[in-house]
């Protein structure tokens, strides 16, 4: 599975099957981990056989069951956090897809408690991703039209339609997909709306986009 199946049988997952991952997925996600952290700057942690994060009354509210892995995405306190953990999270979402497994970007209902646990002085917790292997597949989620998130100065060329497409098939919180993609030249600018994780949400579509405009056809404004 390419990158760009993966973006397309990526959907989110809350329920999990009582099964481990294999060591060689572990060995996997963490090898891709440490690049993220490498060249992120990042702090983030994968977490396994680990139930006690989703076992409260917020887990149960947000209708999450058998989650005993996740993935914690820390980071020093700064302005671009949330974005670089949607963007380094989002690579690791499909990383995970590719190798067989579910997931869900956790804003809110887990045990903050026992995840920020992991952090270090001058670093925040920004948001999780649980993993494993889903009850089922999960369901698309509906989308806006391209030009509710895209504009181009002329003609719209065929490689920022194909990131445009990428990015609406981004996960975003309460599928809210405020996020605008504008094109200048072959400079792309993004900008993310007012709601809530926003830029989280943007840094996961900017990740998308990448992927499906060719990251040689553009360079970010």
Not at 29 to 51: Q, V
Not at 148 to 164: C, H, L, Q, R, T
Request: aromatic share 10%; net charge positive.
């Amino acid at each position: 599975m390419n990158l760009t199946e993966a973006m397309a049988a990526r959907h989110s997952v809350r329920q999990y099957k009582e099964k481990e991952l294999e060591p060689e997925i572990i060995r996997k996600l963490t090898e891709e981990i440490e690049a993220c952290n490498r060249e992120s700057g990042l702090h983030i942690r994968l977490i396994t056989n680990e139930p006690k994060a989703f076992e409260g009354f917020m887990a149960h509210y947000g209708k999450f069951r058998g989650v005993t892995n996740y993935i914690a995405m820390i980071g020093r306190k700064d302005d671009d956090l949330e974005e670089k953990s949607g963007y380094y999270g989002e690579r690791l979402v499909l990383k995970a897809q590719q190798l067989g497994l579910n997931t869900c970007w956790v804003a809110l209902t887990y045990s903050k408690k026992q995840a920020g646990q992991l952090t270090k002085a001058g670093e925040k917790l920004c948001i999780v991703i649980a993993l494993g292997y889903g009850e089922n597949s999960g369901q698309p989620h509906i989308s806006k039209s391209i030009d509710k998130i895209a504009v181009s100065e002329g003609e719209m060329p065929g490689w920022f339609k194909a990131g445009a497409e990428a990015a609406l098939l981004a996960p975003t919180a309460m599928n809210q997909q405020k996020f605008l993609f504008s094109l200048k030249g072959n400079e792309v600018s993004a900008k993310a709306g007012f709601g809530f994780c926003t830029k989280i949400d943007l840094g996961i579509a900017k990740y998308h986009f990448e992927i499906g405009a060719g990251k040689d056809n553009f360079r970010w404004a």
